[in-house]
């Protein structure tokens, strides 16, 4: 968990983007991250109007 989050500050990735797993190719010798954009949508229960944005 620690080092996802020092790729986050490395490759400045910033809410609602997020690091979900870092992962060592070594056969390509490559560094594989993955990244995902995580968010909620609310609705009003009456006019499904979306309300707010809920980052997690
Ligand atoms: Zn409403």
Redesign the pocket.
């Known amino acids: 968990m620690k080092d996802i989050r020092l790729y986050e500050q490395i490759l400045e990735i910033e809410r609602p983007w997020q690091v979900e797993r870092v992962s060592l190719n070594k056969e390509r010798k490559e560094l594989e991250v993955e990244i995902t954009f995580k968010v909620r949508f609310w609705?009003?229960?009456?006019?499904?109007?979306r309300?707010h944005i809920l980052w997690i």
């Open positions: 609705a009003c229960p009456e006019c499904q109007e309300m």
